[in-house]
Each structure stands twice: as C-alpha cells, then as structure tokens.
C-alpha cells in the first residue's frame, strides 16, 4: 500500500516512513504544500498523510483542492494546534481522520490502518488466507503458524493483494503501489516477487491471470 507524507519537519517524517515500511506501506516524502499538491493529484495512493502547517501552501488549500479535483484518496491531517476549530475546517475540506501533534507513533499507525482497512472492506488487521496469515500491524506473516522471512517488496505485493482480495490487479497497477515516486518502477520484476512468494507461501495463494495480472481469491 502507497501512502503519501507531506510533512516539513525531517525527523519526522524519517520516523514515520520507518514505521510504515516496518509494516509493508511504500512512503513518498514531499515537505511543502506545491509537491503535495502535485503529486496527490497524479499519483495513486492508497492514502495521504498532510500536515496542516506546510510551507508554501497550507493543507487546508490542498486538500480543498485535491477534493475539488475529483481526488477520492483516503486523507489523515495532522496539526500543531488543539484548537478545535483547524480540526472541524480540515475534515469539512474532505479529511477522513485527524490527529494532533506531538502524538504517539503507534497510534498514527493504527489510524493508517484503520483508514486503510475501510478503503479495502477489510475488518480486521489480521488477513487469514487459507493457512497463510498476515498481520498488517506489523507485515508478519505466517504459514500454518510458521513465521515466514518476507522482503519488504515480497510484503508490500502481498499486502496489496490482500487488501484487494477477489479483485484482479493488472501488472501496471501492482507497479504503481509498491514502488516509490522516484524508485525504478520496473513491472517486469513483479513476476520474481510473485514467484518468490509462491516459493514461501504456497503454490496456490496467487493466481496468475495470463496478460491480466494476478489476484488473490476472496477471502
């Protein structure tokens, strides 16, 4: 799952992106509200992360923007105030979820998976697939109760799979959502990844759907 941070506090943001990695998520980093702006309009992410108090623009003027333009991605603010008034205009500008700075780490995860689970229709942060079991809490997974060492590439196609469980994913779009803005999007190593978790988890977890892409059946 592809997530978008637009934070302008560094240490930050290095902490957020490591905690979502840590979890199968792939982070793009942007600290002002124009790359923002940018990419949240062109890119397509599973959710976004906006600071309110970005340099350049603010994140109410971009969020009201991304909702003018029609851009339906799942948005988490964040603010420096505990006034209640920044609160209530971001989530009247079209924001799903709020939180107030400085904040527990744990927490902004929970929420990312929270927000995550009800964009896919998933109720529960632990996804049983027949005898391979992932925890989206932390990217473990399990065969048969076995512990399984999985790559963070290996965890983020699995993770993507599972959240659109039943639903056929084209090559091109499994690309788009385990790589990085500026990482090498080559789709052709999404064969190896797929074949590498048949390999660990099973021959019969992944379907291929020849010159389609793959899915993973509903759950």
């Not at 109410?60 to 991304?66: F, Q």
């Not at 995860?109 to 109720?123: D, E, M, P, T």
Request: with cysteine; net charge negative; aromatic share 4%.
């Amino acid at each position: 799952m592809r997530v978008l941070l637009a934070e302008d506090e560094p240490h930050l943001c290095e902490q957020i992106k490591k905690l979502l990695n840590a979890e199968g998520r792939v982070v793009d980093i942007v600290h002002n509200g124009i790359d923002a702006q940018h990419l949240g309009t062109t890119e397509p992410y599973d959710m976004i992360i906006l600071d309110l108090g970005l340099p350049e623009r603010d994140g109410i003027s971009v969020l009201r923007d991304w909702r003018s333009a029609g851009v339906k991605t799942p948005v988490l603010i964040l603010t420096a105030r505990d006034g209640w008034s920044e609160r209530v205009d971001g989530l009247d500008a079209g924001a799903d979820d709020y939180m107030t700075k400085p904040f527990h780490l744990p927490e902004l995860a929970a929420r990312v998976r929270a927000i995550l689970r009800r964009q896919s229709g998933q109720l529960n942060p632990i996804i049983e697939m027949g005898n391979v079991i992932l925890d989206t809490r932390n990217g473990r997974v399990t065969v048969d109760g076995v512990p399984i060492d999985l790559t963070a590439q290996e965890i983020a196609v699995l993770t993507y799979l599972a959240h659109n469980a039943g639903r056929l994913i084209p090559r091109s779009e499994l690309s788009e959502h385990i790589y990085e803005y500026n990482g090498d999007r080559d789709s052709n190593t999404i064969a190896v990844f797929i074949n590498r978790l048949r390999n660990k988890l099973g021959p019969d977890l992944i379907t291929t759907v020849r010159g389609r892409g793959y899915m993973i059946d509903s759950l």
